[in-house]
């Protein structure tokens, strides 16, 4: 006999959600972190039945991996499929069909759209004058404002659609989204790129630390062509915190 969901046990499971690589591993990868954050909920179910609900656990500690910010989607249809006494096989496949697609969504959407946007525009705030610290916080407060919507918005389409829950990011369109943040970055670029080349020292405006950054980028992206986004990212992300240094330094 399972129980209904409770506001409690879904809160509870989406602060978990956060921590769901806290025990990535090369076997289960996300496992053991989906299954200590369904365990909430879990408990809520089969809260008269203890047997049931050790089974229901260690069938969640099997191998699962998505990108972290969207397995919320993942985390909360698996517990609309226990709520609603889904046969755990059925519950099992479903997780294999959508950990792929949650991957792909996820890298395409946050490491190789939303993150470079936020962070040249960061850098396009600072070369307009902001302070260094501000840059920063400027960089945190939308960038984490954009990642903890998809969070919030991925455990609820999961606990909303359960099984059906395709047709819900069919509609969301989270590939559309990634698509449209590139030509947005792109702008941003040209637009530091036309500020430094029409600076009245030219690059030499920038500073020696800018200007090898810049080399680095572009030797990395010379040799690696777009396997280097990702470094990319990580030190479009460093500039940003050296910024920071220096604006609370000075």
């Keep these: 006999m399972t129980g209904p969901l409770t506001r409690g046990a879904v809160v509870s499971t989406f602060l978990r959600s956060f921590l769901i690589q806290g025990s990535w591993n090369y076997r289960t990868m996300l496992g053991t972190g989906f299954a200590w954050a369904m365990l909430p909920g879990l408990r809520r179910i089969f809260r008269d039945d203890p047997d049931a609900l050790s089974r229901a656990l260690q069938r969640h500690l099997e191998h699962f ?43 395409a959407l946050v490491w190789a759209a939303w993150l470079p946007f936020v962070a040249v525009a960061a850098l396009a705030l600072y070369w307009l004058g902001l302070p260094g610290g501000w840059t920063v916080i400027a960089f945190l407060g939308v960038y984490n404002v954009g990642h903890i919507a998809l969070r919030v918005w991925g455990l ?6 359960g099984r059906d829950v395709a047709g819900r990011l069919t509609r969301a369109d989270l590939a559309g989204w ?17 500020a430094l080349l029409t600076a009245p020292d030219g690059l030499r405006e920038a500073g020696a630390a800018w200007i090898g950054l810049a080399a680095l980028a572009f030797a990395g992206g010379l040799v690696g062509g777009h396997r280097t986004w990702r470094p990319a990212a990580m030190l479009t992300v460093t500039a940003v915190a050296l910024i920071a240094a220096v604006g609370v330094l000075t």
């Design 156 to 161: 609820r389409a999961g606990l909303a659609a």
């Design 178 to 194: 990634a698509r449209r943040l590139e030509p947005a970055s792109v702008f941003l670029i040209g637009l530091l790129a036309g």
């Design 65 to 107: 991996n998505a990108h972290p910010y969207l397995a919320g989607v993942a985390l909360g249809a698996a517990l609309r499929l226990e709520a609603d006494g889904t046969a755990p096989a059925v519950v099992s496949r479903f997780k294999t069909a959508v950990r792929g697609p949650l991957g792909a969504l996820g890298d």
